[in-house]
Nanobody, 117 residues
Framework: VQLVESGGGLVQPGGSLRLSCAASGITFSTYAMSWYRQGPGKEREWVASIITLGDFTTYTDSVKGRFTIARDNAKNTVSLQMNSLKPEDTAVYYC???????????WGQGTQVPVSS
């Protein structure tokens, strides 16, 4: 199983960035997909989730209205569009795949997103 994130990088406050996660080794359409992040000196926190068919999404309060999670089951990818970025969004962002059927949880290696002028 591999989850490979991409799209991270330095961005200025107020800017936008789109993260992607490519999954392999799983039946992607049967997994709920999420993004988590871990800021400097902080614990990892949940950011957003999207269910298997992609018709229901949830977000942590601090990113509502700014971030959008989406999935493409044909391409085995999940994305996180991040707009109006703030310095407090600085973190390593991780892709997560969860199956409640098989009771497994997979993680990507993370991609860094520094938000700074």
């Amino acid at each position: 199983v591999q989850l490979v994130e991409s799209g991270g990088g330095l961005v200025q406050p107020g800017g936008s960035l789109r993260l992607s996660c490519a999954a392999s080794g799983i039946t992607f359409s049967t997994y709920a997909m999420s993004w988590y992040r871990q800021g400097p000196g902080k614990e990892r926190e949940w950011v957003a989730s999207i269910i298997t068919l992609g018709d229901f999404t949830t977000y942590t309060d601090s990113v509502k209205g700014r971030f959008t999670i989406a999935r493409d089951n044909a391409k085995n990818t999940v994305s996180l569009q991040m707009n109006s970025l703030k310095p407090e969004d600085t973190a390593v962002y991780y892709c997560n795949a969860r199956s409640d059927t098989y009771l497994v949880n997979y993680w990507g290696q993370g991609t860094q997103v520094p938000v700074s002028s």
